[in-house]
């Protein structure tokens, strides 16, 4: 091979001379060069390091899973903006039954009385509850569907509100029409315990084979969850592989950006399979939470309304069949202990009737009439008819050491609207009431008397 010094003699020759190398390189002389070397020199190279440096990421799912977190915390702060400040009673508004559900299931653990907002709430929903039934009114069941998980995870008791079994009347309106109810009243009635029968299976199998349009995937997703119910209650027999068969024909429905249909029925599907426990299988999970953190808003909603409620319990880890009462903690005295304590009670007695006023126009009042020892004062009797109905809580200013009511049913005085409790007292017959100043404690009740807690208007606000 001719190269720059002629034809190469192998092999070169290699001398050290300390810290340096020489290699020469000699031609087959038969051309005038001689050859040439070239001269290396060593330095000294750190050696590698024995660890190498660590370098700290986080894999797809962990960043998407904070996302998650930001995005849940977003979403609960939009639901609880929803409240109205300034208003009397109608805080939260008629969408009320579903934002406590929402709430609930976004944080199950701290959904307790003690929660001012799971208090308001529960007062808010018995109060506009009694307004649709005042003159012994009967609840449309979309209103029953809406009211009766609402009740439960707020802690007051559908199957005794007031005397009236709102379950009960579900059913029965259910049963009245040919016994054909939705996916979700199928549900509602499932988690408020009401036994399942062979014949809802049969419903909820039918209504999800019943396509009447293409997009219903929404309420397939229902009868799934309905289905998921009825399955975990004792003497219930569903097969299991119509539950995986109704989840696999679910999980066809997904577009490749993640989607099912909308965002209102991703959210679904993702519940209903949740609840058959087949997430994992045929369904790109990862690529639905993308594309449902993709379409929340600068202001935390997802969408509608409707999108954000079915939306918050996916980033909550949660589904529509955790609704539940089992939270609720049990009163230190049932209302059966408080009558039998009431009518235990020694020695003269008289009758007295106890009333709650909403409204300067009296938009809504709730009465007891009670006999009570003789010499009883304001105070003992609100402390015994919140006994009756756990429900009727009151909250005091402390002044000078004694009472003055500030709340009842979790409504407070309001500065800003000028409505305030007053306490009135009424004799027997007489047509006018009397404003009462004193302390609760003071105010001691005479035979045939009329006590009514009014939250009204002050009189400076007419001027």
């Not at 999800?208 to 399955?231: E, G, I, Y």
């Not at 027999?237 to 099912?260: C, H, P, S, Y």
Request: charged share 25%; proline share 4%.
């Amino acid at each position: 091979m001719k190269k720059f010094c002629g034809y190469l003699q192998l092999p070169p020759t290699v001398t050290f001379e300390g810290r340096q190398m020489r290699i020469k390189f000699l031609s087959d002389d038969r051309y005038s060069y001689g050859g040439f070397s070239a001269d290396y020199s060593f330095i000294d190279i750190a050696p590698p390091p024995t660890t190498p440096p660590t370098i700290v990421t986080s894999s797809p799912r962990e960043v998407l899973n904070d996302e998650v977190s930001l995005a849940k915390k977003k979403l609960v702060d939009w639901f609880m903006g929803l409240r109205r400040k300034g208003t009397q009673t109608q805080k939260w508004g008629h969408q009320l039954p579903r934002i406590a559900v929402a709430l609930f299931l976004a944080d199950q653990e701290n959904f307790q009385l003690e929660n001012r907002t799971m208090y308001e709430m529960n007062t808010e929903l018995t109060i506009q509850l009694l307004s649709k039934l005042q003159g012994g009114g009967h609840l449309k069941r979309r209103d029953l569907s809406l009211y009766i998980p609402a009740l439960m995870v707020a802690c007051v008791d559908p199957r005794n509100f007031h005397g009236r079994d709102l379950v009960a009347e579900l059913r029965s309106d259910i049963e009245s029409n040919n016994g054909t109810g939705s996916p979700f009243e199928l549900l509602v009635l499932c988690n408020a315990g009401d036994a399942m029968s062979d014949r809802d299976v049969l419903r909820m199998s039918t209504i999800f084979d019943s396509q009447h349009r293409p997009f219903w995937a929404d309420n397939q997703a229902m009868a799934t969850l309905a289905l998921a119910c009825a399955s975990a209650q004792p003497g219930v027999t569903v097969d299991e592989r119509t539950l995986l068969d109704m989840a696999q024909e679910l999980k066809k429905r997904q577009f490749r950006n993640g989607t099912v249909d909308n965002i209102k029925t991703t959210a679904l599907v993702i519940q209903a399979l949740a609840a058959t426990e087949s997430l994992d299988r045929d369904f790109d999970f990862w690529a639905a939470i993308r594309a449902l953190l993709a379409a929340q808003r600068e202001d935390g909603s997802v969408g509608s309304f409707l999108d954000s409620y079915y939306v918050l319990p996916v980033l909550s880890r949660s589904t529509l069949l955790n609704v539940t009462a089992n939270h609720c903690k049990r009163p230190e005295t049932s209302e059966s202990e408080a009558l039998i304590e009431l009518q235990d009670s020694h020695g003269s007695r008289v009758s007295v009737t106890y009333s709650v006023v909403i409204g300067t126009d009296v938009d809504l009042k709730r009465t007891w009439t009670l006999k009570v020892p003789v010499n009883s004062s304001l105070y003992s009797i609100m402390e015994t008819v919140q006994k009756l109905d756990s429900r009727q809580q009151v909250e005091y200013n402390v002044i000078n050491g004694k009472p003055f009511v500030s709340s009842v049913m979790g409504i407070q005085d309001d500065v800003e609207t000028g409505f305030y409790w007053f306490t009135f007292l009424r004799k027997h017959n007489a047509e006018d009431s009397m404003l009462v100043e004193d302390s609760p404690v003071d105010m001691k009740i005479e035979d045939n008397q009329e006590l009514i807690l009014w939250y009204k208007s002050g009189q400076w606000n007419k001027v």
